[in-house]
């Protein structure tokens, strides 16, 4: 195609017919090597000169002429674009390059506005030059090429965009010509020296792996078992195993909150396998895992629930802050989403955050709420409960309460009293009495089974936050000497994050062995 026309586009700035080329004439042969030098760098599209963007054509313009005082540094091959076409296929009317041509003769000042893009648009004479040196092209094959950014050659809109930036299809349509014939083609053609920028495919994030509750508890117990394999590998490191590594052997094992009773499990079982041999690590953490599986059997139980209560009614009792709110919501969940009918009764009446997150809880589970006013008899409100649920013939009711232990005497009045009056309603009640337990709380929980066991009766266990840094040997403890059902495990915030306790899963996770 115009190939003469491209020439004369891409030299622009060096063969400048005489009118246009009077402003430049006023400066000096030096300044002219000068700028000449300095324009010879912007081969890279980074380098041209950035024009503010264009309000009518917002697009992805790379590269943007200027004004026409820019304009005079674009002497460089970049092919031109319009983001905007005006009239068909985006081609400037030649009655408009006409009359620019036209305007620009008569014009007796030589700078041009910076409207119009004086620098690049053929003269009348440059367009009647190319029709008679191109008879088989149109004038207008030239055009796409060269374009103002709106409908009319006066908005200031002068954008240019490198080929880069020019999409396959606007190439298709600024057909070319190629030994003297027009084609067409969805890549757009660059001089020898240029290449096309393909845009780098978009980086995809890497989707969110959420682990399976089990590696949550093996991430949760890690620290524990981190800790106990690594002293327990440089304790056997080469030694053969006696009197004194056994006895170094369940320290560590008490250390990580196992319990007395369950270290010397380990110790006796591992002294009648292998006293007097090399010993492994490894060899300890089988008969550890073994062991503590062992103690912690006869508590993973399911929690039982005897429907012909109606309710059956499920006593929450914990220290503030272990999980209680959270673990209603998430057995709620579980049993709503079986079918059940579920009420949720906030007898938690000393924190106004508590009364309202179980109300969110029981929305989120589709549960009946009963909540009372900040402050009040949480006896009363359990009292209410009970009847409300049993009027509504609920399958399952769960009273959350507080736990504040600091008050220790209060606490223990309020539970006591919370359990007198359910059974009066039905001696039998509460049928559950389950108590949460956090376990990144270590010794600790072991006198909050105590505490509780003896206010509230507890029947039953739930260990939270087994997930994070939990400190789990103190459940092992526990169930060696409260042997309380351990109903669950909490392994995360969310709804779905409760687990029934299975005992080989916990004891490999504590142990750092797999199953
Ligand atoms: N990571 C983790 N966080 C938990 C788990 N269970 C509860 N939590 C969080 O522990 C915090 C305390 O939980 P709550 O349910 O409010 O505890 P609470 O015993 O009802 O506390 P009070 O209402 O103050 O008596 C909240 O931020 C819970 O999201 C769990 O299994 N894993």
């Not at 919501?329 to 949720?344: C, I, Q």
Request: aromatic share 4%; hydrophobic share 40%.
């Amino acid at each position: 195609m115009a190939l003469g026309f491209i020439k004369k586009v891409f030299s622009f700035g060096k063969e400048k017919p005489a009118e246009e080329s009077k402003a430049s004439d006023a400066l000096t042969a030096d300044d002219k090597a000068s700028i000449e030098a300095e324009l010879e760098p912007h081969s890279r599209e980074e380098d041209l000169p950035v024009s503010p963007v264009d309000p009518v054509a917002p697009v992805e313009m790379e590269t943007a002429g200027g004004p026409a005082d820019d304009a005079a540094e674009v002497d460089e091959p970049v092919l031109l674009a319009s983001t905007e076409m005006p009239g068909e296929l985006g081609v400037v009317p030649l009655s408009l390059l006409e009359a620019e041509a036209e305007a620009e003769s008569s014009d007796g000042d030589q700078s041009p506005p910076p409207s119009v893009l004086p620098d690049i648009s053929p003269s009348r004479g440059e367009i009647d030059s190319l029709r008679n040196d191109h008879p088989l092209v149109d004038v207008a094959d030239a055009e796409p090429r060269l374009q103002v950014g709106g409908s009319s050659p006066k908005q200031d809109v002068g954008q240019y965009r490198s080929s880069e930036s020019i999409s396959p299809l606007e190439g298709e349509m600024s057909g070319r010509t190629e030994g003297g014939k027009v084609t067409t083609s969805t890549e757009p053609v660059l001089p020898k020296g240029f290449a096309t920028r393909k845009e780098a495919a978009p980086v995809e994030a890497a989707p969110e792996v959420k682990l399976s509750w089990f590696q949550r508890l093996r991430e949760g117990l890690s620290r524990t078992s981190a800790q106990l394999t690594g002293q327990i590998a440089a304790l056997f490191t080469k030694r053969k195993l006696d009197e004194a590594t056994l006895e170094e052997l369940e320290d560590l094992l008490i250390q990580a909150d196992l319990g007395v009773e369950t270290a010397m499990r380990i110790t006796d079982t591992l002294s009648s396998e292998r006293y007097g041999k090399d010993v492994t690590g490894d060899d300890v953490s089988r008969i550890m895992a073994s062991e503590i599986t062992k103690v912690l059997k006869p508590v993973a139980k399911p929690l039982e629930l005897d429907l012909s209560h109606k309710p059956h009614v499920i006593l929450v009792v914990g220290v503030n802050g272990t999980g209680k709110t959270t673990t209603i919501g998430k057995l709620a969940a579980k049993l709503s989403g079986s079918g059940l009918k579920v009420m949720l009764a906030a007898g938690d009446t000393f924190r106004a955050a508590a009364i309202e997150q179980l109300k969110i809880w029981a929305d989120r589970t589709g549960s009946e709420f009963i909540g009372t006013k900040l402050g009040a008899d949480a006896a009363g409100l359990a009292y209410d409960a009970f009847e409300q649920a049993k009027a509504k013939k609920c399958d399952v009711l769960i009273i959350d309460t507080a736990g504040r232990l600091q008050n220790k005497a209060e606490l223990m009045a309020e539970l006591e009293k919370i359990v007198r009056v359910l059974s009066k309603l039905d001696p039998d009640a509460p049928h559950t009495v389950l108590q949460t337990l956090d376990a990144t709380t270590g010794q600790n929980a072991m006198n909050q089974v105590e505490i509780f066991r003896n206010v509230a009766g507890v029947s039953g266990l739930i260990m939270t936050k087994l997930d994070g840094t939990a400190r789990g040997g103190i459940l092992v403890a526990i169930a060696a000497k409260h042997k309380l059902p351990v109903y669950f495990i909490g392994v995360g915030e969310g709804i779905d994050d409760l687990e029934p306790f299975e005992a080989e899963d916990f004891a490999s996770a504590i142990a750092g062995v797999s199953h």
